[in-house]
């Protein structure tokens, strides 16, 4: 239980540093013209491979196939934009809120989705 623990902790303090770096660059990007959908996109794929190696090192301390595991990271990704993409169309079109309160309320969800794909798929 102290491993998962710590994993969790790990995980949480990386997602957060992530996702404050990346919400800043969101909003200052944002703010000079760019689109909320097309900043989410930007940033979200860079993210991706960033994340990947400090996950797969710090946080859950994988030693297995490295391109196995990337090949079902990029997977879980590309679902987990699906989703992102489609909250956010949902809050800001459907909904019609703040691009603000959108991105806050994606940040939030998507945390819980990608621990548990990283944790039980990626790299078990």
């Given at each position: 239980?102290k491993n998962v623990?710590?994993?969790k ?5 990386i997602?957060?540093a992530?996702?404050?770096?990346a ?6 990007l944002?703010?000079i013209?760019?689109?909320p ?9 860079t993210?991706v491979?960033?994340?990947f190696f400090i ?10 196939n490295?391109f ?8 879980v990704y590309?679902?987990g934009?699906?989703?992102?993409i489609s909250m ?10 703040n691009?603000v309160?959108a991105m ?5 969800v998507?945390?819980?989705?990608f ?10």
């Open positions: 239980m623990r710590s994993d902790v790990r995980f949480v303090v997602g957060l992530t996702n404050v770096v919400f800043c660059l969101f909003l200052i944002v703010l013209g760019v689109s959908k097309r900043t989410l996109t930007l940033l979200y794929w993210s491979v960033l994340v996950n797969r090192a710090y946080v859950f301390g994988h030693k297995g490295i196995h595991a990337f090949k079902k990271h990029i997977c590309i679902f934009y699906g989703l992102s956010l169309a949902f809050w800001l079109d459907y909904l019609e809120l691009y309160i806050i309320m994606t940040s939030i998507m945390p819980v989705y621990y548990t794909m990283q944790k039980h798929l990626v790299f078990r």
